[in-house]
């Protein structure tokens, strides 16, 4: 089975502080995805990822960036975190660019004080 | 840009059908998506479409593609309350990023 684990299911921080959420997959997968899942708005995409040392900006990615060193892990930063920065956020990952069938870690929900 | 439009909740009695209705405005598009996430966990993918089928059948799912109308609907069968979740319609054009709806959240009562 496709395994793709984020660092934290809860994060609290506070305004101002820099904030990384990791996401691993475990199935050698070229494509990797980030999201934030927020009431009413479902999820928007922040930024992707086709290979490594390689993003693609999504729909929303302002006060964001990201890192993929290594093909299995995808990094989101958020270099000063501010409050609307209070969300749910998915990872994702694919091994095709066509079929695309994305699997979903479980997701973190980070609170910003 | 390209949207995915779905209604936001719908509440069935168990053992009815659920349909969930999704319009989406890309007429490229090649692939649609049924994702499934329940409370507190990330999406799981249900089953998927490619835009030259108009039914795909899977158990107790039944999506319905019209292409002309831009048109994808779920029908759930039998419906359990353990199909309580939302319900993400998504589509895909070759090679771009999934685009997805606000989800339908299902709720069935006994």
């Known amino acids: 089975d496709v395994k793709v684990t984020q660092s934290s299911r809860y994060l609290v921080k506070r305004t101002g502080e820099k904030v990384f959420l990791e996401c691993v997959q475990d199935?050698?997968?070229?494509?990797m995805f980030w999201y934030r899942q927020d009431p009413g708005l479902g999820l928007r995409l922040i930024y992707f990822s086709y290979d490594v040392k390689m993003k693609e900006k999504g729909d929303i990615p302002e006060g964001y960036s990201v890192s993929r060193e290594k093909k299995e892990r995808f990094s989101l930063i958020l270099e000063s975190a501010s409050t609307n920065q209070t969300s749910m956020y998915l990872c994702a990952s694919s091994n095709q660019r066509d079929l695309e069938t994305q699997y979903f870690g479980p997701g973190t929900r980070l609170l910003v004080l | 840009g390209e949207d995915v439009e779905q209604s936001l909740f719908l509440s069935v009695r168990e053992g009815d059908s659920s349909v969930i209705n999704c319009t989406y405005t890309?007429?490229?598009?090649?692939?649609l998506y049924w994702y499934k996430q329940e409370p507190g966990a990330g999406l799981q993918l249900l089953t998927y479409?490619?835009?030259?089928?108009d039914m795909k059948q899977d158990q107790r799912l039944t999506v319905l593609l019209n292409k002309k109308d831009k048109h994808l609907s779920l029908r759930i069968a039998d419906t359990q309350t353990g199909d309580s979740a939302i319900y993400f319609c998504a589509s895909k054009e070759a090679g771009t990023a999934l685009i997805f709806g606000k989800g339908t959240t299902l709720s069935v009562s006994s």
């Open positions: 890309d007429s490229s598009s090649t692939y």
């Open positions: 199935m050698d997968h070229e494509n």
């Open positions: 479409i490619f835009s030259n089928m």
